[in-house]
């Protein structure tokens, strides 16, 4: 199988078709168009093998989470996804490991209505290159900057499932495929339609993929605020408690990474609207601190300040 082969038999049908593409795989680049008012929101996210995921990875898994991770970053910036693009280098082309991760590709990019517009194939170490365009309203796009004081902070969903599958493997330890906790790492589900409903709502928002707390920093810093948070607050998900332990558990919520929910700050008033979203979504969102004056990040329990696990889940 050549390169062109390639194109032809993964990459060019069974994704979405839309009509604000005019041109797409095929030339030597795509041309789209965007909605009068909207501006153009562009992220790229890159999965290299053995840093960030096991060469071994279920293909469909690698290309759900390419995908995932880069609409991920459009959902925190308030913006509909419209269009990606693929760069892909593959050391040995093989027809069952192709099938299965453009399988897997267009059953994300189907979910979401995003049309593959191109991208480059090329011989070399395993790797997954992609870029995801989107649009926004002139001004209503959200970013990490807008926090402020006293605003609440809020979580989607729970973290640190995906850290604790990363440990697991980085001890050697093989994932059982069909394991609810291996799925929240393999297969996250990017909170696109929570991130488009949060634009005029949330102050600032970022996506978790480095943990909960080393993000929520950067959230606030960007914002040139700080924190205030509540480990006792924290939303840990029923499973990982009962596989870890309560403690490992609030660790991992903390640190994990590869979570892909939302951590955004919203004025006090807004817990109503956000609570009523949540159930349209079917997304648990919850309070668990709010935004300072005062820089830097601090963690409370009832009892008073805790310091913060720091370390936990690095990657292999
Ligand atoms: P060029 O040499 O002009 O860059 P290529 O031969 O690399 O063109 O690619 C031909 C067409 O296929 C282009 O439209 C390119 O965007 C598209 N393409 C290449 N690789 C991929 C891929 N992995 N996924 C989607 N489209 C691709
Ligand atoms: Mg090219």
Not at 78 to 94: I, K, M, N, Y
Not at 240 to 257: H, I, N, Q
Request: one cysteine or more; proline letters at 6%; hydrophobic letters at 40%.
């Amino acid at each position: 199988m050549d390169e062109f082969e390639i194109i032809r038999r993964y990459f060019s049908t069974g994704y979405p078709a839309r009509e604000d593409v005019a041109l797409a795989v095929g030339d030597d680049g795509a041309i789209t168009r965007l909605p009068d008012g909207e501006a153009l929101v562009t992220v790229t996210d890159s999965l290299v093998a053995g840093t960030h995921f096991p060469v071994d990875i279920q293909p469909d898994a690698l290309a759900h989470r390419a995908l995932a991770a880069n609409l991920s970053d459009l959902a925190a910036m308030g913006t509909q996804p419209r269009w990606f693009t693929l760069a892909l280098a593959l050391s040995e082309p093989d027809a069952g490991w192709l099938e299965s991760f453009s399988t897997g590709l267009r059953k994300l990019a189907t979910r979401y209505g995003v049309a593959l517009i191109g991208g480059d194939t090329v011989r070399g170490p395993l790797a997954v290159t992609i870029a995801a365009l989107g649009s926004v309203p002139e001004q209503a796009w959200l970013t990490r900057s807008g926090a402020k004081p006293g605003d609440s902070i809020f979580l989607s969903g729970t973290t640190g499932e995906a850290g604790w599958v990363w440990q697991e493997m980085a001890d050697g330890r093989l994932p059982v495929t069909d394991d609810p906790l291996y799925r929240r790492f393999a297969y996250p589900e990017p909170r696109v339609e929570a991130g488009i409903a949060l634009r005029g709502l949330a102050t600032a928002c970022i996506d978790i993929s480095d943990g909960l707390h080393v993000d929520l920093g950067r959230l606030l810093t960007a914002s040139g605020k700080g924190g205030e948070a509540r480990l006792d607050l924290l939303p840990l998900s029923a499973d990982l408690v009962e596989r870890v332990g309560k403690v490992r558990a609030l660790e991992l919520a903390l640190t994990g990474g590869d979570d892909y929910e939302l951590c955004f700050t919203a004025g006090p008033d807004r817990e109503g609207e956000l609570q009523a979203l949540s159930s349209a979504w079917r997304l648990d969102v919850t309070r668990i601190g709010r935004v300072t004056a005062a820089p830097g990040l601090r963690w409370y329990d009832p009892d008073g300040p805790v310091a913060p696990p720091v370390q936990g889940f690095r990657h292999f």
